[in-house]
């Protein structure tokens, strides 16, 4: 069966292209059972012809999109397209996280044949084999099927177990070197699946709960440095990043990757941690192995709000060490947060501001507050009557606006403190830095990284040293 992959990575910010570790994933299993799979990464701009042509040429029977919440307007817009040129000689199926805690979309979905529920692997496996030899389709373990106007919903079967058994994700179905070039030299990979952690803006609680199984499981490491070794010996990559939700989770996992990477990759890498995890020990390891910055969510700095609207449950001081230790290792920090959470204020905001600029991390990212389906903090905004329906199909930068209406916190007030956020994070403290994200998060910073692109090693080498 031939199966077309469409990766939507609309309207993101920042001008890099990325990887999709799911899709990578799945390519990878049904090629290994003798199925064809292409890919149309669709990036920028919305537009359907890359993909149409796409389509002309490879002739697939199913078409496999993966969707985040926010690219779902687009993934509306594609469906209804293909159906209306292809009829039902292209079987079409979403997957992914959004689809996952919003299956109604099947219902709600002109032109989409079926969903997938959580790990896709063995169920599209199933799925291709059965459409190939023309078996029901309408009892998969984990897919939902319309059919005749009808809704077949299955059970899930549970979480794969051994995560090694699974062969490395298919990078030669991505124009993987253009995505390491774009992406700073970077390759990225992930050790583990899952959080054990439940902050309320997250889908990984809702994800947890769809299938039976341990939820956080980690890969050998011997399994994970084959897998680095065979992409630095195919592609030309000079950083290595680890974007597991939770690489630092266990201290002896952690040691005993440190000393088999420093023998056997050495490459430099970074990798995102959570602030209650650093010890000297831990940190001292990572330094020695090559680590060269550690990312953290912050994500808001007010310790009640954080504690009881976000579950997150870590005290400011508990940040401020781990971003004074990790310095004190010789090690780059970087800080993630984030504007605009339900019942937030100005005020509130500020408190964000106040823990950066206290520790001033190398290197920080602000986002836009976006409510996924799913999520505690999505109901908490249908509830309060929140969401601003005439924002849900506004073409904008992906969490860079906000879709809420809130009377505390307006849209206007939003949107100045995410363009001043870094601003006044570092106004006073690194003239250069401030200067730089300030247009980096400007009305216009996009159009400026999309021209500066050819020169944004440049660009970055200037604002972070
Ligand atoms: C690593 C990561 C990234 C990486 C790689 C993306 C990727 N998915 O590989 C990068 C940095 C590129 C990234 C980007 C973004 N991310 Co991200 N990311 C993650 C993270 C931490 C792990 C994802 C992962 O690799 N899991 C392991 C792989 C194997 O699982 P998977 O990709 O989900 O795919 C499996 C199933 O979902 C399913 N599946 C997926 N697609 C399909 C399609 C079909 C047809 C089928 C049958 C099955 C199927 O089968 C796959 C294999 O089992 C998750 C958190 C999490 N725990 O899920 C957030 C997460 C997915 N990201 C999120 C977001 C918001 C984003 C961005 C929008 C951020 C931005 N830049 O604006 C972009 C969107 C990119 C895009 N267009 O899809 C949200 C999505 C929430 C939502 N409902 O929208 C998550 C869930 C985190 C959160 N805050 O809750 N991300």
Not at 90 to 115: M, N, V
Not at 235 to 244: A, F, G, M, P, R
Request: aromatic share 12%; hydrophobic share 35%.
């Amino acid at each position: 069966m031939k199966v077309l992959f469409v990766y939507p990575d609309i309207n993101v910010k920042g001008g890099a292209l990325s990887y999709h570790f799911g899709i990578g994933s799945l390519s990878a299993v049904l090629k290994k059972a003798g199925h064809e799979a292409a890919l149309q990464y669709l990036y920028g701009s919305y537009d359907i012809k890359p993909l149409l042509e796409k389509v002309e040429q490879f002739e697939p029977g199913i078409l496999a999109i993966t969707a985040v919440s926010f690219q779902y307007k687009y993934i509306k817009k594609i469906i209804a397209e293909i159906k209306r040129i292809y009829g039902s000689k292209i079987f079409i199926i979403c997957g992914g996280p959004h689809i996952s805690l919003a299956p109604w979309e099947l219902e709600k979905t002109e032109g989409l044949d079926a969903i997938c529920i959580g790990e896709g692997e063995y169920p599209l496996l199933e799925l291709a084999d059965k459409l190939q030899s023309g078996n029901d389709i309408t009892n998969i373990e984990n897919i939902w099927v319309k059919k005749d106007g009808k809704i077949y919903q299955n059970p899930n079967r549970s979480l794969i177990s051994d995560i090694d058994s699974l062969p490395f994700g298919d990078r030669e179905l991505f124009n993987y070197q253009e995505i390491v070039n774009s992406d700073y030299d970077r390759a990225i990979f992930m050790c583990s699946r899952g959080c054990p952690y439940s902050c309320t803006y997250c889908c990984n609680s809702g994800l947890r709960d769809l299938q039976k199984g341990k939820y956080v499981r980690f890969r050998s490491i011997e399994n994970v440095i084959a897998e680095i070794k065979e992409v630095i010996s195919n592609y030309h990559v000079k950083y290595i990043y680890l974007n597991d939700d939770v690489f630092t989770e266990n201290r002896e996992y952690v040691s005993k990757f440190c000393t088999i990477y420093k023998e056997e990759i050495g490459y430099p890498f970074e990798l995102n941690t959570r602030v209650e995890h650093l010890t000297c020990d831990m940190l001292q390891s990572l330094r020695d192995a090559g680590c060269y910055r550690v990312a953290m969510g912050i994500e808001q700095g007010d310790e009640k709000f954080r504690r009881e609207i976000l579950n997150r449950r870590m005290s400011n001081e508990k940040i401020e060490k781990a971003f004074e230790l990790t310095k004190k290792a010789g090690i780059r920090t970087k800080s993630f947060n984030i504007v605009g959470f339900p019942f937030e204020t100005y005020d509130i905001h500020m408190e964000t501001v106040k823990i950066n600029r206290k520790v001033q991390p190398s290197s920080l990212v602000v986002y836009v507050f976006e409510p996924y389906p799913g999520t505690p903090l999505y109901d908490m905004c249908i509830k309060n009557h929140f969401i601003e329906e005439d924002m849900q199909d506004i073409d904008f930068i992906s969490r860079t606006d906000t879709t809420l209406n809130m009377p505390d916190f307006t849209r206007k007030q939003i949107l100045k403190c995410y363009r001043n956020f870094a601003w006044r994070v570092y106004r006073g403290k690194s003239y250069k830095k401030a200067l730089l994200h300030k247009i980096y998060y400007s009305k216009y910073g996009e159009l400026l990284i999309r021209l500066l692109s050819p020169f944004k090693k440049i660009v970055r080498k200037f604002a972070m040293d």
